[in-house]
């Protein structure tokens, strides 16, 4: 393993000119690791765009094959980062070993996806519309269109997903499968893991000949503010809090020429539990439930933090055993100081409001989280509260009561965008209430029925992403193929000679890809 | 006929509790028109957004082929609006009865386009990932996704193109087929042009039993602002000029949900004149490129408004050639007093810059637009001097001269986006200049080879955007089919039973529809 250096990564090349420098920390201990990490200077933030910039015109025109190969190499040198890797990862963000070895596997299988994705040849979106010179009153020309990556992409990666959303991550891989260089702010939760994944996408670079500057990465607080204003940089890409992803959007949309911010910010991922299922099997559904709330210490983006169920003996039953249960769950150590303290002031405000009242859960205090269990008046969310629909990023969960159907679908109309959406459901609930899934797709990106929304699987169908504020554009998705689109802008053709069209666009279709011509998909030469 | 009232349009009934009114003038006299249009009060702009959210959950769950009979009918009922209402909207804009009719035909071919696009499916972007019980170390679960419109949508119609660009057209075609109720804000240019359509509109609604609210529209100065920051709108289209699209994402961006908006903006369209077109076909071209700037008096956001040549001989002659044409074309009247004061201005921009010769065209003055050449020293543009990127909205055009082929890529580097590129060039040109394309990828939404950039095919393959200030978001287009995902979002169903899912997802495939399977396309059902 080559030592942590903690310079910035820019251009192919390492580089400290700055002065100010930071640490990293053991996550269970607090002790500072044994690494310097050089914050970039403005200057450096620049060279960083630069370099993306000089290599977006060789890059974006790679066949995409070539592409796949960059993905397909980064995964093998992902899956090669050993158990010193790990040991280091589960150091920095006190997530255990197990959970590591999945996500490392979770971040190269991300990678071969979109390669998948690239040889696969949809996300191109080829369309062509031939020339008709005898049409009346006025001929059509000859028409073609694809889609090009839009240009250098900043990512800004989260602190509870050290690889699967982060300098590897799903946005790194979207943008570069869309042929968009990046310039990765690596988060202060985790330098040293960002700089060993840096290096094995800086090491599959090399190997298969990419342009200097397509991956570029940059060390520091608030170097963020300067990559997300500077002219090179055409979208950004974010996992991360409310405040901060809202701060960027904010940025973005004041530039001189605005970009796109597709963030992935806060959602309270609602739980809808049905009688009948409550009935049939409510104490399976509180263990279900409590452990996918306390699940990674409740620091996914898709924790269940709002249940809701309607007034009945089954539910009382229910909250019974779900707070005896969440009395039981241990303390666990979350990412860093800064998380923990989120953590509990977001407990005292709930401890503090008036019509919340606390089911279970340890008191707070120590350096780990405790799971804790409230119950809120249904008229915080009627009314409006904002309280209510803030994210409580840690292992809590709040329970909410309505009277009856009416009252259910009333609260479901004042959630805000979510992530997600889950109904625990009977047949017999879903007949009852079969309006609900109208209603829920109005305002999350994806409904599940009988799961449990932590656990966000990798694939076509997928979507990571909803309403504000749990993104800041609901067209996109963080997870899946899709993901590519939000880093695609199409361009089209007009009248232009076959040997200068890209190759998707030619006539002889070399790629055998699916084509919409003239209105018709095929895969067939003209 | 039914008379002209100037009520708004709110779910379906008309409404003018307002006190303030305006009128529509006779563009070519200045005269106003007998007919009186009464400003929406704020709480009618509430209404309207009111109208189309509650619209929006039958409207958005409606077979495809529904709105799809719902736009026929639209285009019906456009086709049928006869030489009273062409007599009308030449009235109120001076553009000629020949334009007027093909307009009509665009606008309900637009809607016949979109009819179609539903019929065919693929707007959907139907995606399965099929359960996968025994996979290992997890199973995978069942996930489908497909995409449903965003919400209300508030659409701004263009001062330029009164039927195509307004009430019933792009915009609204593609809000309308992806399940978006619109919000439209009649152009105070042509408003009685927009009763006439709105009324085509609520026909072909009450024809189809479109749910009321389907379609609104407000009249005044000022609405706007209102409009966009109502809660439940949840997207905007726009088409006009930088500052009133810019005013309009500003406000989107920084309400508490912010909201899209898909602005076409501000577009130069530069023109590349190659040397050996010039040598073998030097007064062809300038003959068409006079033509393409005068049509339709410039008002045209694909105008050529630069046009750059290589220093040479034949460049010189061609400058002649174009200037002696320039100075033949005559005057046109402009669609309003608004646009003609802002070409007035812009030509004075022109004229009083140090660097900017005028070459050719009648004095401005009186009621006319006179087309008018200048040649500006490519210094502007290798300095960035914004006088040269401000698009001059009429008959005006500025030709720039570059030394070389180095000089000429380094000017084209320093444009801002662009919704067109042209390139009039013999084989010889494109081999000497291969480069080019490559460039002006990057920074146009769709590139010509010997044609003329007026003239927008309403088609499959078109893109009529580009990167800012072309357009507030160069991932969309506001021509063709493409337009429609601006207004889509994905949403995905996790293990839903087949009964709930949508019908393009449900295992029947029932509409026979194009679907990503487990990462093959197909048509089959499960």
């Given at each position: 393993?080559?030592?942590?250096?903690?310079?910035?990564?820019?251009?192919?090349?390492?580089?400290?000119?700055?002065?100010?420098?930071?640490?990293?920390?053991?996550?269970?201990?607090?002790?500072?690791?044994?690494?310097?990490?050089?914050?970039?200077?403005?200057?450096?933030?620049?060279?960083?765009?630069?370099?993306?910039?000089?290599?977006?015109?060789?890059?974006?025109?790679?066949?995409?094959?070539?592409?796949?190969?960059?993905?397909?190499?980064?995964?093998?040198?992902?899956?090669?980062?050993?158990?010193?890797?790990?040991?280091?990862?589960?150091?920095?963000?006190?997530?255990?070993?197990?959970?590591?070895?999945?996500?490392?596997?979770?971040?190269?299988?991300?990678?071969?996806?979109?390669?998948?994705?690239?040889?696969?040849?949809?996300?191109?979106?080829?369309?062509?519309?031939?020339?008709?010179?005898?049409?009346?009153?006025?001929?059509?020309?000859?028409?073609?269109?694809?889609?090009?990556?839009?240009?250098?992409?900043?990512?800004?990666?989260?602190?509870?997903?050290?690889?699967?959303?982060?300098?590897?991550?799903?946005?790194?891989?979207?943008?570069?499968?869309?042929?968009?260089?990046?310039?990765?702010?690596?988060?202060?939760?985790?330098?040293?893991?960002?700089?060993?994944?840096?290096?094995?996408?800086?090491?599959?670079?090399?190997?298969?000949?990419?342009?200097?500057?397509?991956?570029?990465?940059?060390?520091?607080?608030?170097?963020?503010?300067?990559?997300?204003?500077?002219?090179?940089?055409?979208?950004?890409?974010?996992?991360?809090?409310?405040?901060?992803?809202?701060?960027?959007?904010?940025?973005?949309?004041?530039?001189?020429?605005?970009?796109?911010?597709?963030?992935?910010?806060?959602?309270?991922?609602?739980?809808?539990?049905?009688?009948?299922?409550?009935?049939?099997?409510?104490?399976?559904?509180?263990?279900?439930?409590?452990?996918?709330?306390?699940?990674?210490?409740?620091?996914?983006?898709?924790?269940?933090?709002?249940?809701?169920?309607?007034?009945?003996?089954?539910?009382?039953?229910?909250?019974?055993?779900?707070?005896?249960?969440?009395?039981?769950?241990?303390?666990?150590?979350?990412?860093?100081?800064?998380?923990?303290?989120?953590?509990?002031?977001?407990?005292?405000?709930?401890?503090?409001?008036?019509?919340?009242?606390?089911?279970?859960?340890?008191?707070?205090?120590?350096?780990?989280?405790?799971?804790?269990?409230?119950?809120?008046?249904?008229?915080?969310?009627?009314?409006?509260?904002?309280?209510?629909?803030?994210?409580?990023?840690?292992?809590?969960?709040?329970?909410?009561?309505?009277?009856?159907?009416?009252?259910?679908?009333?609260?479901?109309?004042?959630?805000?965008?979510?992530?997600?959406?889950?109904?625990?459901?009977?047949?017999?609930?879903?007949?009852?209430?079969?309006?609900?899934?109208?209603?829920?797709?109005?305002?999350?990106?994806?409904?599940?029925?009988?799961?449990?929304?932590?656990?966000?699987?990798?694939?076509?169908?997928?979507?990571?992403?909803?309403?504000?504020?749990?993104?800041s554009d609901a067209r996109g998705t963080s997870v899946g193929s899709v993901a590519i689109e939000r880093f695609l802008r199409p361009v089209c053709y007009q009248n232009c000679p076959d040997a200068l069209l890209p190759e998707p666009l030619k006539d002889a279709n070399s790629l055998g890809i699916a084509r919409l011509v003239d209105g018709n998909s095929t895969r067939q030469p003209l």
């Open positions: 393993m080559p030592e942590i250096i903690g310079h910035n990564y820019i251009g192919g090349a390492r580089s400290a000119v700055g002065t100010i420098t930071l640490q990293s920390h053991d996550a269970s201990s607090g002790q500072a690791l044994p690494y310097h990490f050089v914050q970039a200077t403005p200057e450096e933030v620049d060279a960083a765009a630069q370099a993306a910039s000089a290599a977006y015109p060789a890059f974006r025109t790679l066949p995409a094959s070539r592409r796949a190969e960059f993905l397909e190499a980064i995964a093998t040198q992902l899956d090669a980062l050993g158990d010193e890797f790990v040991a280091l990862v589960t150091r920095e963000t006190a997530l255990p070993t197990g959970r590591i070895q999945g996500e490392r596997g979770r971040t190269s299988g991300q990678m071969r996806l979109f390669a998948h994705v690239l040889r696969r040849g949809d996300f191109y979106d080829a369309r062509i519309d031939r020339a008709q010179p005898e049409r009346q009153p006025l001929p059509r020309v000859d028409l073609r269109q694809y889609r090009i990556g839009v240009g250098p992409v900043a990512v800004f990666g989260a602190s509870n997903f050290p690889l699967a959303f982060s300098t590897a991550g799903g946005d790194t891989a979207a943008a570069l499968a869309a042929g968009c260089p990046v310039v990765f702010k690596a988060h202060s939760g985790h330098m040293a893991t960002a700089e060993r994944v840096a290096n094995a996408i800086i090491r599959a670079a090399e190997q298969t000949n990419m342009p200097k500057g397509v991956f570029n990465m940059i060390y520091g607080a608030g170097v963020g503010e300067t990559l997300v204003k500077h002219p090179a940089i055409q979208a950004v890409g974010f996992t991360g809090s409310l405040k901060g992803g809202r701060a960027l959007c904010d940025m973005a949309a004041a530039r001189p020429h605005p970009i796109p911010v597709f963030a992935e910010m806060s959602s309270i991922n609602p739980v809808l539990v049905l009688p009948e299922a409550l009935q049939l099997r409510g104490e399976k559904i509180a263990r279900e439930l409590a452990a996918s709330v306390v699940l990674g210490c409740g620091q996914f983006c898709t924790k269940p933090g709002l249940v809701i169920g309607i007034c009945s003996p089954q539910l009382n039953v229910f909250i019974e055993h779900l707070s005896a249960l969440m009395v039981e769950q241990p303390g666990q150590t979350m990412l860093n100081t800064g998380t923990l303290d989120s953590y509990s002031k977001g407990l005292q405000a709930l401890h503090a409001h008036p019509r919340i009242t606390h089911l279970a859960g340890c008191e707070q205090q120590g350096k780990q989280a405790q799971p804790q269990l409230f119950k809120a008046d249904v008229s915080l969310l009627l009314n409006g509260d904002p309280l209510l629909q803030d994210e409580v990023f840690g292992p809590a969960t709040v329970l909410i009561e309505v009277a009856d159907k009416a009252e259910l679908q009333r609260a479901l109309q004042c959630l805000y965008g979510q992530l997600t959406a889950t109904l625990i459901a009977e047949t017999g609930d879903l007949q009852t209430h079969g309006e609900l899934l109208s209603l829920l797709e109005q305002k999350v990106g994806r409904v599940l029925f009988n799961g449990y929304p932590t656990g966000v699987e990798v694939c076509d169908a997928m979507v990571h992403g909803g309403p504000y504020p749990a993104t």
